[in-house]
């Protein structure tokens, strides 16, 4: 069964099962003790920090390794945080970060703190220039990821880096998604990532602090990790992720020249295949390996389940998931179609004959969810229009609302419009995109008693 997630969480490498289990025998003991066993478990810790510093782009006694990706994320906010807390309290991230980037910013807020995010465009991405506008004199901290979790558009990182920088405000970039294709360029200042995102074992993170950078540890501390990471290292999983970072990066130049070409032909093939799509993301600035598309008039749970019997194991940022009923914060951050999103993500050794399999599987499973969920195949014409109507989706979730808009748009003459009445949040995402998407003009939002009134004007 192709497995198809691989930025959720990517397979073991074999070099990490490899190193996992002979570190298994060797790293057991306490590194901190100096008899035998614990000089043996201490030099594959120091071993393994300076594989993974190299691969970062650091000093082994920056680096630390952390519990999780996530654990990184929040030790590297509020440490910096606190250490630069008489500049202000002050937070600025992108609109389309990592949930550990946007849970941190909401406790600075209710801690009294304050943060803003940094608008992107359609593709995804931030710019330098309005980023550098958001820093403040009390800002004590900039946030931004290195590529994009959910459609894989790399941000300016090192453009961004620059503005902090003659700000004189510290850049802590999440690698998590892109550490394992190369390292990430630029004057950051702090750095997390994720030993599972590249195929190393889950439970390992790495957290990275540049020299200079004023930061206070938070929460209880102990002699661990430079007091930056309390509690005994599992250094089985440490050794494990480091030998598959150097792995992993040693195949990247290859891996990422074949991937790319397989998610291109993705990015093509879907938008013919399959009508009435939307390919987010950005094509050319993107991670190698990830492709993310949304199709209109498609429920996205039960679109992945389908996949799932189909075979194919995807994932989905779409706002109709079993996990959340909200849309996802990055597809509504970028304006895009946020139903019936899927999300491909190929995992190193992908072959050409599973990428075929999908592409063939993929029309009559979206064609056959739509028909259960009586989508038009096409607006038609009324014989007799009438200027103005309005649909009654009230209580009804995603992606009906759509659904019953593009059914009536033929009902009504050109310059006419339809005022559709939905209490769904994804309504308010959804029905100017299906409006970009198929050249109708969205008017606008207006209250009802229920729920809003979205208003569309036909044009075609």
């Known amino acids: 069964m192709p497995y198809f997630d691989a930025a959720s969480s990517a397979p073991l490498h074999p070099v990490a099962r490899q190193a996992l289990l002979a570190s298994l025998d060797e790293g ?52 910096s945080l606190v250490g630069r807390r008489r500049v202000g309290r002050h937070l600025v991230l992108s609109a389309v970060e990592h ?12 801690a009294g703190g304050s943060f803003t995010e940094v608008p992107v465009d359609r593709a995804g991405a931030v710019d330098a220039s309005v980023y550098g506008r958001t820093l403040r ?16 558009t790399v941000q300016p990182v090192a453009e961004v880096a620059e503005v902090c920088a003659e700000a004189g405000v510290p850049l802590l970039v999440d690698a998590a998604q892109s550490l394992g294709w190369g390292p990430v360029r630029g004057r950051w200042s702090l750095l997390a990532a994720s030993a599972h995102k590249w195929g190393g074992p889950a439970g390992v993170g790495l957290l990275a602090v540049r020299k200079g950078v004023r930061f206070a540890p938070q929460g209880p501390v102990d002699e661990r990790e430079s007091g930056r990471a309390a509690g005994f290292e599992n250094i089985p999983a440490i050794v494990a992720a480091a030998a598959s970072l150097r792995a992993v990066r040693a195949e990247a130049a290859a891996e990422d020249a074949r991937l790319r070409a397989l998610v291109d032909r993705i990015r093509a093939a879907v938008a013919d295949l399959v009508p009435d799509v939307e390919v987010t993301g950005d094509p050319v600035r993107r991670l190698p390996h990830l492709v993310t598309f949304s199709c209109l008039y498609v429920d996205g749970e039960t679109l992945l389940h389908e996949l799932d019997r189909a075979g194919f194991s995807v994932s989905s940022g779409s706002s109709c998931t079993s996990s959340t009923l909200t849309p996802s914060h990055v597809l509504k951050a970028m304006g895009v179609l946020t139903e019936g999103n899927i999300r491909v993500s190929l995992p190193a050794g992908t072959s050409e004959d599973e990428v075929d399999g999908f592409l063939g599987v993929l029309p009559g499973v979206v064609a056959e969810v739509r028909e259960r969920l009586g989508a038009p195949a096409s607006p038609a014409a009324s014989p007799t229009p009438r200027a103005s109507l309005v649909v009654d989706a009230l209580g009804r979730r995603c992606p009906v609302p759509v659904i019953e808009l593009a ?26 995109a299906w409006c970009t998407m198929r050249e109708q003009e969205y008017v606008g939002e207006e209250p009802a008693d229920r729920g809003s009134a979205y208003v569309v004007r036909r044009l075609l």
Do not use: Y
């Open 99 to 110: 949930s550990s980037v946007l849970h941190s910013a909401a406790a600075l807020e209710a």
């Open 407 to 432: 059914k009536v748009i033929g009902e009504v003459p050109v310059g006419g419009t339809v005022t559709v009445l939905a209490d769904d949040e994804a309504a308010r995402l959804d029905i100017p």
């Open 137 to 152: 004199p009390d800002t004590a901290l900039a946030c931004l990821q290195s590529a994009n979790h959910e459609v894989g």
């Open 28 to 79: 057991w003991a306490d590194p901190a003790r100096l008899h035998r066993e614990g000089r043996r478990a201490a030099m594959l810790l120091d071993a393994a920090r300076e594989t993974a510093a190299e691969a970062v782009g650091c000093r082994p006694d920056e680096l630390v390794f952390t519990s999780s990706g996530t654990r990184a994320v929040h030790s590297a906010v509020s440490g």
